[in-house]
């Protein structure tokens, strides 16, 4: 199949090179397994997620049925179900499962290679083996993929990424001959499995028509129509996850007001040459880049604008030889296209985590490069060495990499160095602090972060903890002060009252603190500890009928805490 000359040995070289590339990738990620957890949403994925810890019908009904974090991906919740079965709570399960994950994408990817490189019949045994081993080793070590893989929430990614591999190869398998229909159906499979994991892949009907035009060369011999009505289901499922996609992030999404179209398109052409800058120079790397930048239809834009033109113009120049590099560079743009900018969830204005999936066109374009070094110059031993040495570089700087997700500390610390000068690295250190409790370095940090004037979803996690901080330190009326600021931000946010409460009640003012704390028993989610406080103010102040009736409502809503209480108010009452 391989190679028209010696198929058995190609066959067993390629495999070699892909087994290569994915137990070098596996290794060089071994220092992950070490990483614990950090408090960027792997709190609300896996830690304080009841709904991950066994596999009963109510679970189940959540995780498939519906919307979790603004997202809606069954396979990776289920996937940490698995995990918490075998692990428990242990970081190095999950930590194993996604390096494993990456392994065999790395492995799949190689193998992807050498298929494509195949059905143009371009390389002999020595091209494809450097074809398969240059883009596993270039995609399974490139640090711009360690957020992906070190970062326990991003499960998604390589999840996602393992049945779009599957899918693309199925495909494959589907246009050589025999059991065609079963192979279809396969690639279908792979791909629902792969939007059960994560919506990236939504672009992958887009995906197949191109593989088709190149290297394939189908629309020639079946043209166009054939080949879309072929893609109709592959379509079809594309839009239906769409919709949910779209319909479960609408909370998210940035309104149109707040990021007008020009400032949408800036980022998403300044994004599209950024991730090729950073795959160039994987330097500066950092957890969150914030959107440091005028944006709008100016000069930068333009500027963009230009470059993006000039890169397509010379792709399709290219083909008067191959269409390789325009094949690569569309790939690249269609499967960015999601993540783009265009439709915005969240602060950042790029992620490394974006680069997973899209990365896989121009890693492959880059080792066919290698290969036709091979191939036509005779180059195998200096091609080899060049791939040993890059590798051996990029091993280096993903290690180092991983330990910027060792935990939350490091984390934080990491956006700090890229960008002292914003404030989602102090807030987020600050909030590390205050679960560890280091109430000083904590203060020291949400002072910096309130004083860059960050958004006010940050702002009001800076003001509360900052309160929590200053009033573990005694600095009761400082606290108070943040209590109120985050309140005035989010009034309808039950916590902050609770804890103002709390504070009231430590300066000595039981009216003011049972004023809050009836507030944060009545706001959703009702629950029992806000109860348990408001009784322990009636207390305080001697009014024991209400105490009672607040450890009653606490005790009915499941919290035991209430007990000893009522033991306590019984007996006075008896007395």
Known sequence: MMNKINPDTAKLLVLLAALIAAAVTFGVYIPSLGNGFVNWDDDTYVLNNIYIQGFSAENLGVIFFKVFFSNYAPLHLLSYSLDFAIWGLDPFGFHLTNSILHAANTFLVALLAARLADTRGCFETKGLFVMALA??????????HVESVAWVTERKDVLNALFFLFGLHAYLSYLKGPSRRAYYILTLFFFTLSLLSKAMTVTMPLVLLMIDLYPLGRLKTEGLKRLIIEKLPFFGLSLLIALISIWSQSGALAPIEKLPLDDRLHV????????????????GLAPLYPRDFAMGFNLWFAAYTIVLASITALAVLALKRTGAPLSAWGYYLVTLLPV?????????????RYTYIPSIGLVILVAAGAAYLVQKKKAFVPVLAAITLLSALLSFLTVRQTGVWKDSAALWTREIKVFPEYPNGHVGRGLTYVFA???????????????L??????LYEAYFYRGIALSSLGRIQEGLSDFTAAINLKPDEKIPYRNRGNAYMRAGEPDLAIRDLKQAADLPPVDGGAFIDLGLAYMRTGDRENAYESMERALALGDKGALPYLKELEGARQN
């Open 135 to 144: 883009s596993g080793l270039l995609f399974g070590l490139h640090p711009l």
């Open 268 to 283: 998403a052409a300044r994004g599209a040459l950024f991730y090729i800058y950073k795959s160039l120079v994987p330097l």
């Open 340 to 352: 783009i900018g265009i439709m915005q969830a969240g602060r950042q204005a790029a992620a490394d």
């Open 437 to 451: 409790g280091d109430f000083n370095g904590a203060v020291a940090d949400l002072d910096k972060g309130i004083g």
């Open 453 to 458: 004037k960050p958004g006010s979803n940050l």
